[in-house]
């Protein structure tokens, strides 16, 4: 064996030895839950609520010190449980109440609004109380993720771009915090999420009359 490969196979040991049965269990739970979602199943919400309770345990672990990411997770859960309620619920013909949608000009303002607040609000907490050495990644990711969720909830296609944005950013303030499998999970995610962009559009084309279609084609 050469050097260099013997020192990818230290290195490989190295975050093996990194990884908890906590993180494990929060991945698997989180990679299950995202292909749901791009299914546009409801198991989105129970599996991705495993996946938040196990993440929050870990981020607030001493060596980790994501408060923000553990905050963010808190807000997932309210917003998965709104979510849940929210997809859960049927019209008389059995039809989802809230199906895919583009989001409205309404919507696009709101999900900017909450996207500019929370950004500026944790990036100030991070960079005055110094609780990590990552305050502009993990701001801006928190703050991405949060809209995202938000999108999501509301079953709108956009969710998966606010996603896509939120998980790529978060690969390396996760490899810098030593989180490797969480790094790994994120660079799945971003695959996933633009997979879930292109079926959601699918999806939407499919399930809307085509005059609702071309109208929506010409506001944008």
């Not at 110094?130 to 956009?158: C, Q």
Request: aromatic share 18%; hydrophobic share 55%; glycine share 4%.
């Amino acid at each position: 064996m050469d050097i260099q490969a013997l020192q990818i196979e230290r290195f490989l040991i190295h975050i093996w030895q990194q990884l908890s049965w906590q993180e494990w269990v929060a991945v698997i739970f989180a990679v299950i839950s995202v292909l749901c979602a791009r299914k546009n199943s409801i198991w989105v919400y129970p599996t991705g609520i495993v996946s938040i309770l196990f993440s929050i345990s870990l981020f607030v672990e001493e060596e980790n010190k994501l408060y923000p990411d553990a905050a963010l997770n808190m807000y997932y859960l309210v917003m998965s449980i709104y979510g849940w309620y929210v997809w859960s619920r049927k019209g008389a013909d059995q039809k989802p109440q809230q199906p895919i949608s583009w989001a409205s000009g309404k919507e696009y303002a709101y999900a900017f609004l909450l996207f500019v607040l929370l950004w500026a609000g944790l990036y100030f907490w991070l960079k005055h109380y110094r609780i990590n050495n990552v305050p502009g990644l993990d701001s801006f990711s928190s703050a991405m993720a949060a809209t995202g969720m938000w999108l999501l909830a509301r079953r709108k296609i956009e969710n998966w771009l606010a996603l896509l944005i939120a998980d790529a950013v978060d690969i390396p303030m996760f490899y810098i915090k030593k989180l490797y499998l969480f790094c790994g999970l994120n660079i799945f995610y971003v695959i996933i999420a633009w997979l879930g962009f292109l079926a959601w559009k699918k999806m939407y084309h499919q399930q809307v009359p085509v005059s609702e279609f071309l109208q929506h084609a010409e506001r944008t």
